[in-house]
């Protein structure tokens, strides 16, 4: 039986033709290396055809384009050399298409991502479909890599140096109406005209200077004179990657090799030409896909798109329920940030509630302000942010949460209280409704022992700010019906969030882990290392907030009840320093009452200075000379062997997850793969030594957990095993 085609060429009577691109194999458009020789052959069909004037590349698939390339051809890349020859393998493709004698046209609907959007530019012109799911960007550096088809040389030519770097240095997606400013793309149209519309685009423009950069600024002055004062000239030039690789580096820390590699290959394209770029930017692709950082990143990258298709439970004759209604119960930072992605993102009609009108008032206000910053940026327009408003409401009593499906309670941390909300919940709703708490520390069998309905309640996870943070954290009881993981499962996917499922315990998984690294950061500030000193050697570990800067935002109160609770639990090794009862009693929380470990009064450029009471308070001199090395490894093992005690107890499901919940929740350094992959490249046996020795100069709080003594003797490790 043979394959069925990939690419379809259709030919019009009137000198045009369509160039469809639809894989059956997937649901969405890849670039793969077998693909090679049909795209080819029906390249070569259009360069046969002498009378062709228009060449519209499109999706037959109904909601994308292209995504990018298919990432698995990098899991046989061994050395440089097989890199680059992918690199080169794409460019040619997209040099061929380049060099087409007639005119080119992308229609774009839905994700134009990675080697899509090298192809789309390549081509003479893009247009987009003006619908939402358009969207359009170059991610590789987020997965240490950096675009392989061309894109370092051909986006700079299309939108100029400075606004290529922007995007080329974060990977950020742009929406369609942002890509046609920018001048990614050339027009936005309605889906059901997009071919017709790219058609008349094409035919309407010559193909001389199309590729040009001042055809997408404008023919506006000033805009012109900017870009050719930024890349036209040397000294330009200079000032912009100078600016550029300033600002990487304090995002990056230099842990990244993937950006400064981008600066290079596109300042060689704007300075030596096209071809000598495209020659630099192969052979940084494939130096870069065998660095450790990529293949953590790649790595990273396959287990969250594991977990898309992780429904949480084993049968899979169990569906989830529907969702159409959720009630928030608390209207603050979180109940509301809650609110925002269950409008927004599950399209979901929300009932607000707060113990008193100023709670609630805030907690709507906030709601508002998020949509209202997405309409400026021009994310969303004004009608969809009153289609959002429009499923939200709020009140001070339960009256509108008895048609709830779903209530998620995000008050403080109060067992009495949460016990109180959810029995006042089950007294108005019926068998089916489920009940999901926001704690991040409390038990779920402790709150759930006061439930008529204990298989109904489970935990919700969230992380702050719940509009910008990834990770959903969902918690099982054995009581816990399988319908209502699989329910909470699928509606947290439908919020945006990527999703892991632990088992119920103190702490469950990302608090209980985050507990052993806060309190080492106490008692390194206790034998004197400088509060800024702590947070620097984190922060070169790869962490994006120090622990020190993390307590004054979560709070020094709120991180002690966490930190009693798990020392409650888990004994001396979770025992929270003497140092920080000494803050609380001088009553510092940190941000929220502007005295910590940072000084609030006043507002600075530049760093936030450090409060020098603080050592006073705790008796010492910021003066201890420990080596970053061993501040950054004193914080992070401890964290690390506390996530292979989840994996021994039971918490954890796998190590992906405890990966995934790591980084995605608590900023775990992701080119360091998770606390599982960064023991599996360390060596598990090397790491277990460290513990041993740290053990014998500051005792239990390192004593190696006894999952990680046996990897250690059988040399497997987590992912070999």
Request: charged content about 25%.
């Amino acid at each position: 039986m043979s394959q069925q085609a990939v690419f379809r060429l259709q030919r019009r009577d009137d000198r045009i033709a369509v160039l469809w691109m639809d894989d059956p194999q997937e649901t969405v458009n890849t670039l793969k290396q077998e693909l090679i020789a049909e795209f080819e052959s029906v390249l070569a069909e259009v360069e046969s055809i002498a009378e062709l004037e228009v060449l519209v590349f499109a999706s037959g698939k109904e909601e994308g384009f292209i995504a990018g390339a298919d990432l698995r051809m990098l899991q046989d890349v061994e050395t440089p050399d097989q890199g680059q020859a992918l690199s080169q393998m794409a460019q040619a493709l997209n040099n061929r298409l380049a060099r087409l004698r007639t005119r080119t046209v992308a229609a774009i609907h839905g994700a134009c991502l990675g080697g899509g959007l090298e192809l789309a530019l390549a081509l003479d012109y893009r247009i987009a479909s003006d619908a939402p799911q358009t969207r359009l960007g170059l991610p590789e550096v987020q997965l240490g890599l950096l675009p392989g088809g061309g894109g370092t040389q051909r986006l700079p030519a299309v939108i100029g140096a400075e606004r290529a770097l922007d995007l080329l240095l974060t990977g950020r997606q742009l929406g369609a109406k942002r890509a046609r400013d920018m001048g990614v793309v050339d027009e936005l149209v309605p889906q059901q005209i997009l071919i017709e519309a790219a058609i008349k685009l094409a035919r309407s423009h010559p193909r001389q200077g199309a590729r040009a950069s001042n055809r997408v600024l404008g023919a506006g002055s000033i805009k012109k004179l900017r870009a050719w004062m930024l890349s036209g000239n040397a000294i330009g030039r200079r000032l912009l990657f100078d600016q550029a690789r300033k600002r990487v580096l304090r995002r990056t820390r230099d842990n990244y090799p993937a950006p400064e590699k981008i600066l290079a290959v596109t300042k060689i394209g704007l300075e030596q030409g096209i071809e000598t770029g495209l020659a630099a930017e192969a052979e940084a692709f494939g130096a870069l896909a065998v660095t450790p950082e990529a293949k953590q990143l790649v790595r990273l990258f396959f287990a969250s798109n594991e977990l898309k298709k992780d429904r949480g439970i084993d049968d899979p004759d169990i569906a989830p329920g529907a969702i159409r209604k959720v009630g928030v119960l608390g209207a603050g930072l979180m109940g509301a940030g809650i609110s925002y992605v269950t409008l927004t993102r599950a399209n979901t009609a929300v009932r607000l509630k707060d113990k008193d009108d100023p709670g609630l008032s805030h907690g709507l206000a906030y709601v508002q302000h998020l949509l209202d910053s997405r309409v400026r940026k021009r994310s969303i327009t004004p009608l969809q942010r009153a289609q959002s408003l429009a499923l939200l409401s709020g009140g001070v009593t339960y009256e509108g949460f008895a048609n709830a499906g779903l209530i998620i309670e995000a008050v403080f941390e109060d067992l009495t209280l949460k016990q109180r909300m959810l029995r006042d919940i089950e007294a108005i709703t019926d068998g089916d409704t489920i009940f999901a708490s926001n704690t991040s520390a409390i038990p779920i069998r402790d709150i759930a022992a006061a439930a008529q309905r204990p298989q109904n309640v489970i935990g919700m996870h969230y992380f702050s700010p719940v509009e910008k943070m990834p990770l959903l954290e969902i918690v099982t009881t054995d009581v816990c019906a399988a319908r209502v993981v699989a329910t909470c499962v699928e509606f947290g996917k439908r919020q945006g969030k990527t999703v892991i499922v632990v088992n119920d315990g103190p702490g469950f998984y990302t608090s209980r882990i985050l507990g052993p690294y806060m309190n080492e950061a106490i008692h390194l500030l206790t034998e004197g290392v400088a509060v800024e000193r702590i947070d620097a050697a984190l922060r070169d570990f790869g962490f994006p907030v120090g622990p020190m800067a993390l307590l004054d935002e979560v709070g020094i109160d709120v991180g002690n009840k966490v930190a009693a609770r798990l020392s409650a639990a888990f004994g001396e090794r979770m025992r929270p320093p003497p140092g920080i009862e000494r803050l609380l009693h001088d009553k510092r929380l940190g941000r929220k009452n502007q005295r910590g470990m940072y000084r609030y009064d006043r507002q600075r450029r530049g760093a936030r200075q450090v409060d020098q009471s603080v050592y006073r308070l705790l008796g010492v001199a910021p003066d201890n000379p420990l080596s970053n090395h061993e501040i950054a490894e004193r914080c992070a093992l401890p964290m690390i062997n506390e996530a292979v005690r989840c994996l021994e107890e039971g918490i954890l499901r796998s190590p992906r997850d405890g990966d995934i919940g790591a980084v995605f929740g608590l900023g775990f350094p992701p080119f360091r793969g998770g606390p599982f992959r960064y023991l599996d490249a360390n060596g598990v046996g090397r790491i277990a030594s460290r513990l041993e020795q740290l053990l014998d100069r500051h005792g239990e709080r390192y004593s190696p957990a006894p999952l990680l003594a046996e990897k250690a003797s059988d040399a497997k490790g987590f992912y070999n095993a």
